[in-house]
């Protein structure tokens, strides 16, 4: 074996490398608060009892869960223009990812909504309190609870999936990793070091989440 490794070509190139990381995780941060958010109105409305915006909003889940991000971000980026509707390649891969996230954390948290015992539903309802107070009080912070450990793996899977956004230019990590490789030829380098970079990304997302989590739960829990 011939090759000779030198990790030092990429270093020239450090700023493409960390200007991709700061790009990714503003994709994720907003894809992620809008995605939860969509996905919290969606389950509300799958959980509720209009019939036609439950199937509604089960239509665009089953068509997003079932057709791949990547097609999605195309549709969205090449597709829309069709329309007069024309984004930059950041505002396509930020809708991209809210609308992938949102249907995903849709079924995700339905799931925990069902979790929730049928009593204490009953218990609010004979306190008076209308629909909505009963949704914000007493069935989406507990129904999150449940279901956070999954929520917050949906999370990280869409913030590592933000790496096909390349494909429309967005100069997100993988974007910088692509263009220094072009230039210096050191492929190995280049995808390890990214590989590695996703990697502390990933485990850093989850300890945020977990701590978010906390946060959220047990000072709620304490109060």
């Not at 700061?22 to 941060?29: G, K, Q």
């Not at 969606?42 to 889940?61: E, F, H, L, M, N």
């Not at 107070?133 to 869409?158: C, D, G, M, N, T």
């Not at 280049?190 to 701590?211: A, E």
Request: with cysteine; proline share 3%; aromatic share 12%.
């Amino acid at each position: 074996m011939a090759y000779k490794f030198d990790f030092g070509a990429i270093v020239p190139h450090w700023q493409l490398l960390f200007d991709g990381v700061i790009l990714t995780t503003e994709l994720t941060v907003i894809g992620a608060v809008v995605g939860v958010g969509l996905g919290i109105m969606g389950a509300w409305a799958r959980a509720s009892r209009a019939p036609v915006i439950s199937q509604i909003v089960g239509v665009y889940v089953e068509l997003i869960r079932n057709t791949p991000f990547l097609v999605q971000l195309f549709f969205i980026f090449f597709g829309l223009p069709a329309l007069g509707v024309k984004l930059t390649e950041f505002q396509a891969a930020v809708l991209a990812m809210i609308v992938n996230l949102g249907a995903y954390s849709t079924e995700i948290i339905r799931a925990g909504i069902q979790a929730i015992p049928q009593g204490q539903i009953e218990a609010a309802q004979s306190l008076a309190m209308n629909r909505v107070q009963i949704f914000r009080y007493v069935v989406i912070l507990p129904a999150l609870k449940k279901i956070w450990p999954a929520l917050s793996s949906q999370i990280v899977i869409v913030m590592l999936g933000s790496s096909v956004c390349s494909q429309i230019a967005a100069e997100e990590l993988t974007f910088g990793a692509n263009y220094i490789q072009a230039l210096n030829f050191r492929a190995f380098e280049v995808y390890f070091v990214v590989t590695g970079l996703y990697l502390v990304m990933s485990i850093l997302l989850r300890m945020g989440l977990k701590v978010l989590g906390n946060f959220l739960f047990e000072r709620r829990h304490h109060v």
